[in-house]
């Protein structure tokens, strides 16, 4: 067998072998939140009679369209550890896509770090579509390179032919620069200054106009078709009634051929879009059955003014504390967005909040679920299995897009609760995802009434062992938060659209399996987004909701927020190149 056709069997399986173990890490990297694997999980999920491919993943580390960590003593039996079935070894053994830039990897030598620059510099890390198919031809394009890289040992002179017309091509004369560029912010005054300096007119437009006079001779050869070449006509005759005698636009003729030197730069055209008008600030206060609902820690930690009249926080020793060492008598109001947000999912309505950045989002969620969730924890329920009583109060479920958000979202309300210990003994935020361990997920389960994740863990991790591990958490659920909603669109929102609905028929068998059920209206879910186009029908989608079920649906109408004044204005510039 010639070595031809050795390459092109070789070259059929490892593109065979990435199309079946891409897909797979696809899965588990998604389903665990790591970017890479033990080779056990992988070696778990192919199938019996295909394992045999997993003796490629060395050929493919090799052209840099996978990733392998191995411990340095089993370096030198690594095919046998791929070919085998040792579960010790191979959960030491990590398989993963090529890391970025960012990543750390253990267990990788330093003379890797050159190799790894090459990987990503294609982008091809990460668990898309996308960077499988840049990953696939990435392998296909190693296989053209090794055989030019073959040929040109074969036939060295013609590499160094082709060497040289490169460096022909970088000192090539008569190379047209780059023409300036224009700095973003552009004052319209300052804007005729720009386009009709001297230096700007010895650029792109007389250059393209001048080559679409030879269209004809040029669209024959690379074959055009008719329509092409019309339109590449009507572009001329825009160029030439867009030309200018001088910077004020004047058509005088001059007899001599210096007077009559043309510039081919097109005019300045500005469309002025709109503006929105300056927005104080808009307070708003709560009903007093909603301000009796919160408790006074509660209050006291956000520094809010919830009444009107402000009773309850004066008489409160936390608050004359607070005032006293931040030397202010006035406490933090409510905006109007948020007083309608908070009523509205006390009362157990679906509440979407879709106002602008920085308008106190996270509040509008942060102090229902606080407030419902310390009360109901500490008044007593009745066990009617043991006939005892126990505090077990409702649960929230807060979702977010992605891990840092929630891990964020968590350290804010550790340090929140740290200087309360009354609502430090009565909520108990935790958070599960990829990083969780798999030992401690029991016991947060079993300990937080506040449980914040994504939707990978969620679909993955939590419904799955829902019975063996979150029956109790998700038999209590009353809140479900979608934070950052407008990111969930497309085939990902389909997907969290089903999870969500898993999430509801879950719940209600594990409330209704309990021993002690609880007779409440539902789960109330609670979306915070920017602004978006169709907000309503987004969130009924997502969640999902029924079209009999009302929204409570605030948008930046209902913004009370201050906002500076805002003036839009597109200058459109045509540059040709």
């Known amino acids: 067998m010639s070595t031809k056709q050795v390459d092109q069997e070789l070259h059929e399986r490892l593109v065979k072998s990435l199309q079946l173990i891409d897909p797979l890490l696809q899965f588990l990297s998604k389903a665990t939140g790591r970017t890479v694997v033990p080779l056990q999980s992988l070696r778990a999920v192919i199938p019996a009679d295909k394992c045999t491919i997993l003796e490629d993943i060395p050929y493919l580390e090799e052209r840099g369209v996978l990733h392998m960590e191995v411990p340095n003593d089993l370096k030198s039996e690594i095919g046998a550890v791929l070919s085998g079935n040792d579960v010790e070894k191979d959960k030491k053994v990590l398989v993963g896509f090529p890391p970025a830039l ?101 650029y792109a437009v007389k250059e393209q106009h001048q080559k679409i006079k030879k269209s004809d001779t040029s669209t024959n050869s690379i074959g055009i078709s008719k329509k092409a070449k019309e339109a590449l006509k009507q572009l001329e005759e825009f160029f030439d009634s867009s030309r200018m005698k001088n910077k004020d636009g004047a058509s005088a003729k001059s007899d001599t051929k210096s007077d009559t030197k043309e510039t081919f730069v097109l005019p300045r055209q500005a469309a002025f879009a709109g503006s929105k008008p300056e927005r104080g600030n808009r307070y708003a206060f709560l009903s007093r059955t909603h301000v ?19 009773v309850e926080e004066h008489r409160s020793v936390a608050y004359t504390a607070c005032d006293a060492h931040t030397g202010s008598l006035k406490r933090r109001k409510l905006y109007s967005h948020q007083a309608q947000a908070i009523e509205a999912a006390l009362d157990g309505k679906h509440t979407l909040v879709c106002t602008g950045t920085g308008s106190g989002k996270s509040l509008c969620f942060l102090l229902p679920i606080l407030a419902d ?13 043991s006939g005892e009583a126990s505090s077990l109060g409702t649960t929230a479920f807060i979702m977010f897009p992605t891990k840092a958000l929630a891990q964020d979202q968590l350290t804010k309300l550790q340090d929140l609760l740290k200087s309360h210990p009354m609502m430090q003994k009565h909520i108990r935020p935790g958070i599960i995802d990829g990083d969780t361990p798999h030992k401690y997920r029991a016991d947060i389960a079993d300990q937080c009434n506040i449980l914040l994740s994504n939707p990978d863990t969620l679909h993955a991790a939590i419904l799955p062992q829902w019975k063996a591990i979150y029956r109790n958490l998700l038999a209590r659920l009353r809140y479900v938060v979608i934070d950052e909603l407008h990111t969930y669109e497309g085939a990902f929102g389909a997907h969290v659209s089903l999870v969500l609905s898993r999430l509801i028929r879950v719940s209600r068998v594990a409330n209704c399996t309990s021993s002690c059920p609880q007779n409440g209206n539902g789960l109330v879910f609670i979306g915070c987004s920017a602004t978006i186009g169709h907000p309503e029908e987004h969130f009924r989608l997502i969640c999902p909701i029924a079209k009999t079920e009302d929204i409570k649906l605030l948008t930046a109408d209902d913004d009370g927020s201050p906002c500076a004044v805002k003036v839009i204005t597109f200058v459109l510039l045509l540059f040709c190149h």
């Open 102 to 202: 960012s990543d750390h990897f253990s267990g990788v030598d330093s003379d890797q770090s050159k190799v790894r620059k090459e990987r990503t510099a294609g982008g091809l890390h990460g668990s898309t579509k996308a960077a499988a198919k840049r990953r696939m031809a990435a392998l296909k394009k190693s296989f053209k390179t090794n055989k030019r890289q073959s040929k040109d040992k074969n036939d060295p002179t013609e590499a160094g032919e082709r060497s040289n017309n490169n460096d022909g091509d970088d000192s090539a004369p008569n190379k047209v620069p780059d023409p300036p560029t224009i700095p973003r912010g552009l004052n319209p005054e300052l804007l005729d200054g720009i386009v009709h300096s001297q230096k700007y007119q010895e």
């Open 292 to 310: 009796d609902f919160i408790p006074n820690e509660i209050r006291d930690a956000f520094g809010l003014q919830l009444s009107d009249d402000g």
């Open 373 to 385: 969730v310390m009360k109901s924890d500490m008044e007593p329920v009745a066990d009617y299995s």
